[in-house]
């Protein structure tokens, strides 16, 4: 089995930042994308960002130019840092990776997420 866990959420004020990370561990052969969702009361969950294993990245709009993904392969950790935080980006955070946990065997796993709160 693997396991993701997020960590890094909190409260934090408008124009603030914080760093996601999420770490994945157990039977993992290779890790393909990696990717951090959201979802926000009331609303369906959204995908924010989504890295590759070779790095390239990806954005949903609201979130280009504020927000960064990044990761370390050789740590299984893939991170979110965001900064200039708006009210609209309050939501659970959860990461999702697609492991091979042996060669031809792909699986999607979710971490349980994280509380991002920005409020004043």
């Known amino acids: 089995q693997v396991q993701l866990v997020e960590s890094g959420g909190g409260l934090v004020q408008p124009g603030g930042s914080l760093r996601l990370s999420c770490a994945a561990s157990?039977?993992?052969?290779?890790?393909?994308?990696m990717a951090w969702y959201r979802q926000a009361p009331g609303k369906e969950r959204e995908l924010v960002a989504v890295?590759?294993?070779?790095?390239?990245?990806n954005y949903v709009d609201s979130v280009k130019g504020r927000f960064t993904i990044s990761r370390d392969n050789a740590k299984n950790t893939v991170y979110l840092q965001m900064n200039s935080l708006k009210p609209e980006d309050t939501a659970v955070y959860h990461c999702?990776?697609?492991?091979?946990?042996?060669?031809?065997?792909?699986?999607?796993?979710w971490g349980k997420g994280t509380q991002v709160t920005v409020s004043s």
């Open positions: 890295i590759s294993s070779g790095g390239i990245t």
């Open positions: 999702q990776a697609n492991v091979a946990q042996k060669p031809g065997v792909n699986i999607n796993f």
């Open positions: 157990g039977s993992i052969f290779s890790i393909n994308i």
